[in-house]
Structure formats: C-alpha cells, structure tokens
C-alpha cells in the first residue's frame, strides 16, 4: 500500500529532522544571542504577563503599554533598529509562567523582556531569564523578595512592597484606624504585600487580624462575616482587583461601614466595573502616580487613548517606560547589541520616563520610592496624591 | 461561638447549601436513568449564570428599580437561566451522549465525553464572552429582610433560599407524582422492562437532562446574583454539588438535597473556625468520612437500580 510505504519514509525522515533541529537549537541559545541583530535590522521586545485568566485586564494593560512604546519608536524614524513586539502569557500564574518564559528565551530574536508583570511568575521565570541572559525589567511585580534572591538579570521598575506596606499603615494611623484586617490570597504576591501591611500596622500600633482567602474563592460571605464580626474599622486586602470586588460587594451587603483599602493589584477600573457600586470610598494604594499631574503624562494618556480607545490602566505607563529604556538602550548599543550587552546597558542606565525616572541599584531594586493613594468616587478612580502628602 | 454566631454561619452555610443541592438534582437525575456521571452538567450551571447576566444586562435601564420592576428583572434573570440550561443539557445529551447510547458505548467513553464537553462549553463560553468576570446588573436594593435570633437575611439570600425550596420541592414532585416521574424511575429501575412496559426510553433521558438543566441554569444565575459569572465558575460549585450527590446517595433526589445542604452547612462552619483556606479540607473530609461508612450516603441509591 503506498500509504504504508509513505509513512515507512517519512517517519524516519521526521525523526532525524527533528533530532537535527532540536541540536541546532541548543547550540544557537549559547552561542549568538540576539542573533536576529545581527543585520542590523530587527530586535524583538518580549512581555511577560497575563494576558488572560481571571486578571487579564491588568496584564493586557501592561501589554499596551508596551506595544505602544515599540509603534512609536518604529514609527518616529529617530532609531536606527526596528523593534518587533513577542507576548508571553503566562495568566499570572507562577504554574505557567516557566512555559512562557521558555518559549521567549527560545526566541532567539527576542533581546530583553518586559515583565514578568505578576510576583509568583516573576520568581519562577526570573532563574531561567538569568540563565539565559536576558534581561527582566518588571514594571509591577512588587514582592520584596525578588530581588534578595540574586536573580542575575532580574531588575524591577517599580517601588517594591515593603514600601507600600509602610505606606498603608501609616495611611491607617492618619485615617485615626485603631484595628485592621489584612486578607492575602495565599498567592506570593498577596501574602508578600500582607506580611508588609501586618507588620507596619503592628509597628503603628494598629491592632491587626490576619485572614487568608484562596483566589479562586467562590463565595465571599463567610469572609465577609469574619471581618464584620471582628469590629475592625478598616480592611486591607493584598491581592488581585478579581477577588476584590465580590468582597467588596459582600461587605457592603452584610452593613459592613468602615474603611476598605486594596494594593496595586486592585487599582483597576475593573475593579470598580465589578464591584458595581460597593467599590465606593474604597482606597487603592499604588507606586504609581496619577497621569494627569503633568503634561508628560498627558500626552501619553491622548496617545494610548488614540490607540486603544480606552484610558491607560494600572502600569500601562511603567511598561511602555520600561519597554523605551529597552529600546534606548538597544540604539545606542546599535548592531553590537546583544543579550548581555543590553542588560548591562540597562542595569546602570537611566531612564526619564513617563510614570517616573528609572535607576536600579546593585540588587536590580528600583532606586527610588514614592506611594500614592487613590479613591473610588462616583465610579472613578480618583487620586488624593503621594502618602508623604497625605500623612504630612 | 455564641448562639448569634452559629445561627449566622448556619444561614451562609445553608445559602449556599441550597444551590448546591439545586445543581446536584442535575447530578443525581442523569445518574438515575443512565449511570452516568454527568461532569459538563458544571457548565450547563455556568451557561444558566451567563444567559442570566447578558438578559439582565440588555434588559435593565434603571439604576433604581421600583418593587414591581426589581421582580421582574429576577425573573427574567431566572427565565433566561432556566431557558439557556435546559437548553445546553438538550443539546448535551442529544449531540454528545445518544449516538454513545447506540452504540453501546463503554461507561469509560461516557467519562471521557462528559469531561471533553465540559472543557469544550466552557472554552467556547470564554472566546465568545470574554476571560473576564462579569458583574450581575444590580436587580434591587439589597435590604435586610428579616432577622432571625439576631442575624440577618438579605433579598439576595432569601431569594437563593426561596427558590432553591420551590425548586426542590417541584422536582420532588414531579419525580414522585407525575408521568414523566414515573418514566425516570422506570428507566432508574430497569430500562428493559420500562421499553417493555411502553416507555419511550429516549424520551424520558431527554426530559431528564433538560429537567435537570433548567435547575442548573436558574441555579447558575442565582449563583450570579450573589458573586459574578465567570467562564470557570462552574468547576468548583460543580465539583461539590457532585459530590453532595454522592454524599446524599447518587440517583437519589431526596439525597442529593441533603446532601448539598450538609455539604454548605460543614464548609460554611469550617471557615468560621479555621479559615477560608480550609474550606474544602472539612467540606471533603466529612464526604470522605460518610462513605467510609455509608459507601452508598446517607440516604442510598434509591431510585437507582440495585445491581
């Protein structure tokens, strides 16, 4: 039968050409690295992040935010390279996030990656970016401990969250808070942030209770009652804006009446969207700064509007600042740029960007601070302005 | 625990209790007549929260819905739940399971397809509605109604409650007292000898899964009104009203209803004393402990065949 002689064939044949191009590979990942600059011609920008899952939106943020930066280096004609955009979903879950790391790292194209955007992906991936020598420039995973680990090529854009943990407090001490509840969702980012909050309340005097609410919770009412029954005048939850918001509604539904306050992870219209109407005077405490303080900032919310139709989200201009200090670097590198070379460049460069001025120290810590509180009013995520302001 | 405290969590629990039990019908019905462990039945309750949620969306203008319009709204709401579940559980069973049914296709096979059709529902649900939570449009003003020893009852709670009762109730009747009832237990009992005595065999599976989802379905959007839906919603609730199923006795309505009540009523005080991140610890430990000496529930296999 000719079918069978056809397999008897070709199965050989896609054996050994499967064995010749898995040898092929391994011996490009060590050798020329970034080799697609080779003519000068094309880099490839990575991100890392959700981009779906139940905390896509703050992902697909992040994501604008850095195609944005590549569109427009592309098109201002002022670079010499032109840059190409690669995504890596890894659904904010440290379980996928060694997969889509591998597939970047794989890429031999791709110089320097965006991200990875959540905490507990970014300590799964940031060991295989080390080995592989690309850099890691995260606009938003804030876990302290990301950078006391010596990951070689990890460096963080953001202010982490020991900071913001100090910050919540002494907003609480401010708001005249005498007893807390801290709730994480057990995910490393959340119990991160949550051992930071818990211990500044602690240091402020503040009575604190610790709960624990898994992210993929279904029902909300027994932690709603939990933080009610408590007495407490004021609730902090650590994680993501998707668990937030049924809280939220919860509370609200069972009387609670005292202060409700969510991290980063929580700054997103979404949350908002979700909540429908109990999100109201919740507090949302972010290292990142509202975008209508300045003209810079200005410009780049009518630019990522005229893109995307939509206002920038949470990070949206950490990453597009994360992804220019990239393609800056690159430039001036020009055809000599490869992995290593741009990781140098960018661990002791600088950066003016749009959120802030990117600098790292030795450890690949964002060198600077500055935490910002923002409310729910009328459906809108209104800022009130840095918490050195507020607690004055 | 205070006498107030127990009585509090003992409401949640059995909130939650009710909708359990509600989907494990669809659990335990479809067991009943073919032996079959119904998995995509999960998200026949997911598709009932969704068809839920987008009427509602399309259908509610007002931001502050008078009495009268705030019971329609939950009707419609059920309406659509109901319409969409016995839908897809029609569908299900025609398109999935009667061509295996004809060709007397291995139990495994039915598993296998159950599963393979709960991934493909709830993919198809995520491309076309978005990865994204969606929020329930806010129906009425969620006001205590009643207090009980202290501790409130909300609309949301006291509608779950109500109709998770007028529900079970009705099933339990037409299970017990209608023609179509006593097809299912015939076909339960022995599907040889109900053809024989005059029972239209593949009617009677038909009705059975469209019984069953048209509870699932108002259960998915009853579900909606007190978090969100979601694309994946249904694989946890799923999970746990089976095995209320199984703890009341699988094929038994009775049982599944106990089942799903004693289910929410242990998770609900598990997470009083310990915390929310034991809730499934004592949930399933409890299950485990029942059928180490009760293999077949609490209540048996009734309506089941014996052999």
């Known amino acids: ?392 | 625990m205070s006498f107030h405290d127990f009585w509090d969590v003992l409401v949640l629990g059995a909130v939650l209790g009710s909708l359990y039990a509600v989907i494990a019908i669809g659990y335990t019905l479809v067991y009943g007549v073919l032996q079959l462990l119904n998995f995509a039945h999960s998200e026949v309750f997911m598709v009932g929260g969704f068809g839920g949620v987008i009427a509602l969306t399309i259908f509610v203008p007002a931001t502050d819905p008078s009495g009268l319009q705030s019971i329609a709204y939950v009707a419609v709401g059920m309406l659509f739940g109901a319409v969409l579940g016995g839908t897809v559980a029609f569908f299900l069973e025609k398109v999935a399971y009667r061509p295996l049914r004809r060709r007397g296709a291995p139990r495994l096979v039915f598993l296998i397809t159950a599963i393979g059709a709960s991934f493909f529902l709830y993919n198809l649900v995520g491309k076309l509605f978005g990865r994204n939570p969606m929020p329930m449009p806010s129906m009425y003003e969620n006001k205590t109604v009643v207090t009980i020893f202290g501790s409130t009852i909300s609309v949301t709670q006291a509608l779950i409650l109500g109709s998770a009762v007028v529900m079970l109730v009705a099933v339990d009747y037409v299970v017990n007292r209608t023609k179509l009832g006593s097809g299912i237990r015939a076909v339960a009992q022995d599907p040889e000898v109900a053809s024989l005595m005059g029972v239209n065999i593949d009617k009677v599976v038909s009705r059975t899964f469209v019984l069953g989802g048209l509870m699932g379905g108002v259960a998915g959007f009853l579900f909606g009104t007190t978090n969100q839906v979601f694309y994946t919603m249904g694989f946890l609730p799923g999970i746990t009203a089976f095995a209320a199923a199984v703890l009341g006795g699988i094929g038994n309505v009775r049982g599944a209803m106990l089942g799903g009540l004693t289910l929410g009523v242990v998770e609900a005080f598990t997470v009083e004393v310990w915390g929310d991140a034991w809730r499934y610890v004592g949930a399933f430990a409890v299950l485990v402990l029942v059928l180490m000496f009760r293999p077949t529930g609490i209540l048996g296999e009734r309506v089941a065949r014996t052999a």
């Open chain 1, 1 to 392: 039968m000719l079918n069978k002689r056809i397999v008897k064939i070709a199965l050989p044949v896609a054996i050994g050409a499967l064995a010749l191009s898995a040898c092929g590979s391994d011996d490009s990942g060590g050798g020329s690295s970034g080799g697609g600059g080779g003519d000068g011609s094309g880099f490839t920008i990575a991100y890392q992040g959700p981009l779906s899952g139940p905390n896509a939106q703050l992902g697909i943020n992040m994501e604008n935010g850095v195609k944005l930066a590549i569109k427009e280096a592309n098109e201002s004609g002022d670079y010499d390279v032109t840059f190409e955009y690669a995504s890596g979903d890894d659904r904010g879950e440290p379980g996928q996030a060694a997969s889509a790391a591998q597939r970047i790292i794989d890429n031999d194209d791709v110089i320097a990656v965006v991200g990875p955007a959540f905490s507990g992906a970014a300590n799964v991936a940031a060991p295989s970016y080390g080995e592989a020598g690309i850099t890691a420039l995260s606009p938003s995973a804030t876990a302290p401990d990301l950078t006391e680990q010596g990951f070689p090529t990890f460096l963080r854009g953001v202010p982490n969250d020991g900071e913001q943990g100090a910050a919540i407090a002494s907003f609480f001490a401010e708001q005249g808070v005498e007893s807390a509840v801290v709730i994480d969702d057990l995910g490393d980012y959340a119990v991160g942030l949550g051992n930071v909050v818990e211990e500044a309340l602690g240091e402020a005097g503040i009575e604190v209770q610790r709960e624990s609410l898994p992210a993929d919770t279904v029902d909300h009412s027994s932690i709603a009652r939990t933080v009610i029954q408590s007495g407490a005048d004021a609730v902090a939850y650590t994680g993501y804006y998707a668990q937030a918001a049924p809280l939220a509604v919860k509370l609200s539904e069972q009387g609670y009446e005292g202060i409700g306050l969510g991290g980063d992870g929580v700054r997103d219209p979404e949350f908002v969207n979700l909540a429908s109407g109990a999100a109201e005077g919740w507090y949302l405490s972010c290292p990142c700064r509202d975008l209508n303080e300045d003209e810079i900032g200005q410009k780049f919310s009518e630019a990522y509007e005229a893109e995307y139709s939509t206002a920038p989200g949470t990070y949206s201009p950490e990453a597009y600042d994360a992804t220019m200090m990239i393609i800056n670097a690159v430039n001036e590198l020009g055809d000599s740029a490869d992995r290593a070379s741009v990781y140098d460049a960018i661990a002791q460069g600088e950066h003016d960007g749009v959120a802030k001025t990117l600098t790292f120290d030795e450890t690949g810590e964002y060198a600077g601070s500055g935490i910002y509180i923002y409310e729910v009013k009328d459906d809108e995520i209104v800022s009130l302005g840095n918490v050195e302001e507020l607690v004055g």
